[in-house]
């Protein structure tokens, strides 16, 4: 396939390597310096272009979604903090016929993790003697905080457990990939589930594998719909 990178940072540049090894061409680099208002983006740039890889910021990933589906270009974005912006998104995707795959982590063991957590807080739901929170750790330069993984794995357990709050911690320092934990504590015994990231190789490979998979498809797909399907 011929890609598009949108974004050169931490994750842009692991996605990039990792498809030149698997023999995809990148047929387009674009960094934010040169793509201020998704300036970038024109469809004479984009041409040849068969699916767009977009790593970026809160504040300009959604004019960049547009440009790309405006273009006719298959998105594939791992780009957080807009997610509140979905419902436009899905108009905007039906209106174009395009189609975006969307995640705040790309990892496959992340993904069964979150399922994981699920269970694990359905089992103690209704057992009081247990506090529960949720921790995150990532780098000192990832913007966000709370992380969207760790957004998603409270939306996930307080599905299972309304009852408790699954308070965040979130802490930024050095060059921690990412690490999140589901703790219940009691005063007698604790147990923790947690995923821990060795590097962003897993995240690149599950990114590349949503590029791979998103053409021919049309609508707006999370990752778990991709891995699970759209019914759990």
Do not use: C
Not at 3 to 11: D, N, S
Not at 35 to 62: C, I, M, Q, S
Not at 97 to 116: E, H, I, K, M, T
Not at 135 to 144: N, S, Y
Request: charged share 25%; proline share 5%.
């Amino acid at each position: 396939m011929r890609l598009a990178i949108v974004g050169r940072g931490r994750m842009g540049q692991a996605v990039e390597a990792l498809a030149r090894e698997r023999g995809h061409t990148i047929g387009l680099v674009v960094t934010g310096a040169d793509n201020p208002e998704g300036a970038a983006l024109t469809a004479e740039r984009l041409a040849g272009v068969d699916v767009a890889l977009e790593f970026t910021r809160p504040d300009a990933v959604f004019g960049n979604l547009e440009k790309l589906v405006r273009a006719g270009i298959p998105t594939v974005t791992g780009t957080t903090g807009w997610f509140d912006r979905l419902p436009e998104l899905d108009r905007l995707v039906s209106n174009q016929r395009g189609a975006v795959l969307y995640a705040p982590n790309f990892s496959v063991g992340v993904q069964l993790f979150l399922r994981a957590a699920a269970d694990l807080a359905r089992r103690f739901s209704g057992r009081p003697g247990f506090a529960a929170s949720i921790i995150e750790q990532h780098h000192a330069g990832k913007r966000d905080k709370p992380s969207g993984t760790a957004l998603r794995l409270r939306d996930g357990v307080r599905r299972e457990d309304p009852n408790r709050d699954f308070p965040i911690t979130s802490i930024r320092s050095g060059a921690i990939p990412g690490t999140h934990a589901l703790l219940f504590d009691s005063p007698a015994e604790s147990i923790q589930l947690e995923h821990v990231a060795r590097g962003r190789e897993a995240f690149a490979a599950g990114a590349l594998s949503a590029a791979e998979w998103l053409p021919g498809h049309q609508g707006v797909f999370s990752f778990e719909e991709m891995l699970f399907g759209r019914e759990r």
